[in-house]
Nanobody, 125 residues
């Protein structure tokens, strides 16, 4: 079993920054891709950013490009999401996820095998 635990959410004003962390533990695959998703009330879960299995390829959703940065510390089995210049529309529950695929990152919810419990991010105007 693989466990993902997010932390770092909170409330900030527009223009502020937050850094989310996702600690991975358990019987992790030897190689796995990871991503961040978010879900606002009444909306579907949507892709934010993803890394491929070795961290060499990264994808971002268009609205976060230039503001968010995804990174991985393989020694610590931890995924990060640095979020700068936050906007009210970034408010959501943020989830990290992992998939066993080797290759390019995937942006599709259905292609991830493991999920964290989520952490709330609230951005006020």
């Amino acid at each position: 079993q693989v466990q993902l635990v997010e932390s770092g959410g909170g409330s900030v004003q527009a223009g502020g920054s937050l850094r989310l962390s996702c600690a991975v533990s358990g019987r992790t695959p030897r190689e796995y891709g990871m991503g961040w998703f978010r879900q606002a009330p009444g909306k579907e879960r949507e892709f934010v950013a993803a890394n491929n299995w070795n961290g060499g390829v990264t994808y971002y959703e268009d609205s976060v490009k230039g503001r968010f940065t995804i990174s991985r510390d393989f020694a610590k089995n931890t995924l990060y999401l640095q979020m700068n210049s936050l906007k009210p529309e970034d408010s959501a529950v943020y989830y990290c996820a992992a998939n066993r695929a080797i290759g390019l990152p995937t942006t599709r919810v259905a292609e991830y095998d493991y999920w964290g419990q989520g952490t709330q991010v609230t951005v006020s105007s």
